[in-house]
């Protein structure tokens, strides 16, 4: 058995952890040789359930069945000795020992955006508008696939045509939660998705933090929208800490409670960050400048009126036309991606989602 | 000694003739009524008993039969009791019977020989001319309901002495004549210039108006999308002549009409509660009477917090949305009503009502925002053309000192409108651009390239479906129609857009 095929295998027993893992393959000299092992030799290096486990999952399972079974669901499977495996990812104390992916792996200059699922309309905002100018710029998105800042960050990169990765919590052939099912699919026809887990796993409250682990082992930088205290996000960025990553948070309102986590952070010396620019500034990358499209001077009127959002009344009011024109200029702007709207009938500038 | 007395009873929105036949025979003394009487027709001999007592006549000590002809449909209601006095007292010679001929009554007595006003009188008095009847008696406080039908010698009678009288020949009374007050200038006690702010919606409910289009109000608890709502049958064309009649007779037979009460002229406003249940709404009741879908007919239907109504009863608003009309079918029979009403619904953005809100974050989970949306959605919003998000007016705009347009000058604008649909749809089974049936829909209202150019677009950036473009279409045609202009251009499509925020990707 090749190392590679060691590391599929190995992956791919449940009720281990990826830590206990790396530990047998260190103390043994290799994955091959935690598989091949005897049960009493397994047994005294961890406990009788591990070493169960082990044994009864490669009585059962050889590397082609798993490969054949993620190809099956469109996937391939790259170990931790494959040379395309992320570099980045090789760094951390203990790496997935393989990863299912579909679409692309995330490319060397790669940023987290992550936050709360159920954040505030101007959380939604600063989430899209940071993955849009960060996809821009060529820096790949990375993200969950959550609801809330998640799914921003993933929308905001593909309407800048950038490369997002999502890291799932979950097998490759699953999508979670459900309703990301056609934002999956663009994510991976654009960039990839990425799980540790064999196909058909579902989503379980523990694979989140090892999912976090992930995200912030392949990121150079992790930025937080909006976090309560308990969050997951900060999980991620615990993670990017002890990886030596870097650790942006954006601040907000003080009496918005999904802030705690990020001023904590703040508090605790992450960079504070207020768009793309303060994270593309101290990763040395040159930011690169949305196209603008040319506006007769009516409807640039309309745009620089929206300096915060402001609903189609404030605009009749500000700008003293009639709301048939207005609306109408609105809907031309929103076509050109200028404007945006949103739930609640406010109008924001950039592109809809 | 027997005698006939014409009357008529109503079913559905038509009333048809019953002729009262009353038998005054000897025998051992009694009062029966038969031809399928219900209980309030049962009670009508104790309330004529007395009436007649009471009116200083006598009540024969004989064997009384009353038979209401057709002896085979249910009857009901109190409104034979006045028919049934005066064909005892024709039979008994207190009258002479040949003044009865020609004439038909209607109306409910009490104990004391007054005459009560009763339901469905516009109905009787359309039917009594049909009948042949040249004379009406009818309670007088629906006698000026009575003589909206010309050619006919409308009575008005406060009680069965005066009736008795009259037909005696010893009292003269003289016809009711409709009172000719204008109808045409009732006082609103609403106008749109009382709403301060909200051009949006204003602007909206006009299009509304002037297309015949449904209209869904989204907004945070107040926020003003019920003073909206009521404002809306003020900017709506006053009703033609028969449409009144039809919208009054539908009032007559609900017992609805206000007291005195004479034609609607006004497209009515009805907002049903959303505990309302589907009875109520579409109508009920063994001999089924109007519910509030067609006491809404010609009108405004609003249907507040639309997510709360149950979801059996939205559902059955389905057919009178589709055709106008509601088909109740009843083991006694089979009744259609009509309902063409515009209809207004509102709903909060999301169960804490504050998505979108300025002044409050709204704490609503996703999956509640969802659920709560998609109850509204399915087969009601289909057919709702427009969406309108209602925002809260900020205090400086409320303060404002401008004057606002009245509902008078936008009605005139809407008329307008009206008069280009009318031209458009002539022979057509159709009146407003909201009925344009799909088939031809992109021909009747068909766009240039850059227009079309522009729908593609914004279908592709805004994930507009391909039945959303439909609706887009017919309101960018009314939305020409009150431009004037012959063609649909590309500021009418792109303002069209904006009137489809729920349809947008979420």
Known sequence: MTEQDAWILLNAIPGVCPRTKHRLTAALGGPQHVLAAPRDHLRELATEAVARRIVDFRQQYDPQTLRDQAASVGARILALSDPDYPAALRTIPDPPLALYVRGRIPPDVAVAVVGTRSPSQDGVEVAYTMALDLGASGVCVLSG????????????????????????????????????????????????????????????????????????????AVVVVEARSRSGA???????????????????SVLNPRTQGTHQLLRDGAHLATGAADVLDRLRIRPRIRDVASL?????????????????????????????????????????????????????????? | MLAKVRSSSVLGLEAYPVEVQVDVATGLPSFTIVGLPDAAVQEAKERVRAAIKNANYE?????????????????????????????????????????????????????????????????????????????????????????????????????????????????????????????????????????????????????????????????????GKTMLARRLPTILPPLEWSEAIEVTRIYSIAGALPARGSLIRRPPFRAPHHTASAAALLGGGSVPRPGEVSLAHRGVLFLDELPEFHRDVLEALRQPLEEGRVVLARAAATVTFPAAFMLVAAMNPCPCGHLGDRLRECSCTPTQVRRYQAKASGPLLDRIDLHVEVARVPSPALLEERTLEPSSVIRERVLRARRLQQERFTDRPYRTNASIPARIVRKVCGLDEPGKALLRAAMDRLGLSARSCDRILRVARTIADLDGSERVTTAHVAEAIQYRSLDRRP
């Open chain 1, 234 to 252: 900060l999980i991620t960025a615990e993670f990017a800490l002890e990886f030596g990553r870097e650790v942006f948070a954006v601040p907000g």
């Open chain 2, 59 to 223: 009540v024969p000590t004989r064997r009384i039969t009353v038979n209401l002809a057709p002896a085979d449909v249910r009857k009901e209601g109190p409104a034979f009791d006045l028919p049934i006095a005066v064909g005892v007292l024709a039979a008994t010679g207190q009258i002479p019977p040949e003044r009865c001929t020609g004439t038909a009554f209607l109306g409910e007595l009490g104990l004391d020989g007054s005459v009560r006003p009763v339901s469905g009188v516009l109905c009787a008095a359309l039917a009594a001319l049909q009948m042949g009847v040249q004379r009406l008696v009818v309670p007088a406080e629906n006698a000026e309901e009575a003589a909206l039908v010309p050619d006919l010698e409308v009575y008005g009678v406060c009680d069965l002495l005066q009736t008795a009288r009259f037909l005696s020949g010893e009292l003269r009374l003289e016809p009711v004549r409709h009172n000719g007050k204008d109808p045409d200038d009732p006082a609103d006690e609403v106008d749109f210039a009382d709403v301060r702010g909200q051009e949006h919606a204003r602007r909206a409910l006009e299009i509304a108006a002037a297309g015949g289009h449904n209209v869904l109000l989204v907004g945070p608890p107040g926020s």
């Open chain 1, 296 to 353: 007769g001077p009516e409807e640039q009127a309309l745009v620089d009126l929206l300096e915060e959002p402001l609903d189609l009344d404030d605009l009749v009011r500000a700008c003293g036309r009639s709301s048939s024109a207005v609306a109408a200029m609105l809907t031309a702007l929103e076509v050109q991606g200028v404007v945006r709207r949103l739930p609640g009938g406010r109008y924001v500038r950039g592109p809809s989602g």
């Open chain 1, 145 to 220: 696939l959550a609801r809330g800042i998640d799914a921003a960050a993933h929308r905001g990169a593909l309407e800048a045509d950038g490369v997002t990765v999502a890291v799932l919590g979950c097998g490759i052939d699953r999508v979670w939660p459900p309703e990301h099912a056609p934002l999956a699919r663009f994510i991976q026809e654009q960039g990839g998705l990425l799980s540790e887990y064999p196909p058909g796993t579902p989503a379980l409250r523990h694979h989140f933090p090892a999912r976090n682990r992930i995200l912030a082992g392949l990121a150079q």
